[in-house]
């Protein structure tokens, strides 16, 4: 007779849905190839969650910034427009000296001058403001004599 009682009934049933003899050490590979599986699996979810969460942040941190240059570009437009009104351009032309100018002559593709040309309103006509004349022959002297003879 051997070691083992004999079962009957129901517990003989479960007996033989237990395997025995060498079945039972292949068993442990399968259980060790499970535990790493899902060992990885987990540490491969934890290391995709964190770049998530990294990415994440780089993002926020991003458009932080693009709502900051935003905000300035607005800012810098709000300037040039403020700056660009036609009643500063006057404003700061008035304390530059300038003044509003007189009616304007136009030159045709011909060569032809089209309208008169005045000066601005408010200006006098000043020798300042000729042109002069450089043409040797023009001068009162005679022309300058040249370096050397």
């Given at each position: 007779m051997s070691g083992k009682p004999e079962l009957k009934g129901r517990?003989?049933?479960?007996a033989r849905l237990l395997p025995?003899?060498?079945g039972q050490a292949a068993r442990t590979p399968?259980?060790?190839?499970?535990?790493?599986l899902l060992g990885g699996g987990l540490i491969a979810l934890?290391?995709?969650?964190?770049?998530?969460?990294e990415g994440a942040f780089k993002l926020d941190d991003l458009q932080s910034g693009t709502?900051?240059?935003?905000?300035?570009?607005?800012?810098?437009?709000?300037?040039?427009?403020a700056y660009s009104a036609p009643d500063?351009?006057?404003r700061r032309a008035r304390e530059l000296g300038m003044v509003p100018g007189g009616d304007p002559a136009f030159?045709?593709?011909d060569g032809t001058v089209k309208g008169v040309p005045s000066a601005a309103p408010g200006v006098r006509q000043s020798s300042a403001h000729t042109p002069?004349?450089?043409?040797?022959?023009?001068?009162?002297?005679?022309?300058a004599p040249t370096p050397g003879r």
């Open positions: 517990a003989a049933r479960l025995t003899g060498p399968f259980v060790l190839l499970v535990v790493l934890l290391v995709l969650n964190s770049a998530l969460s709502k900051n240059l935003t905000d300035e570009e607005q800012a810098l437009q709000r300037d040039i427009d500063a351009l006057q030159l045709e593709p002069l004349v450089l043409a040797p022959e023009a001068m009162p002297n005679g022309p």
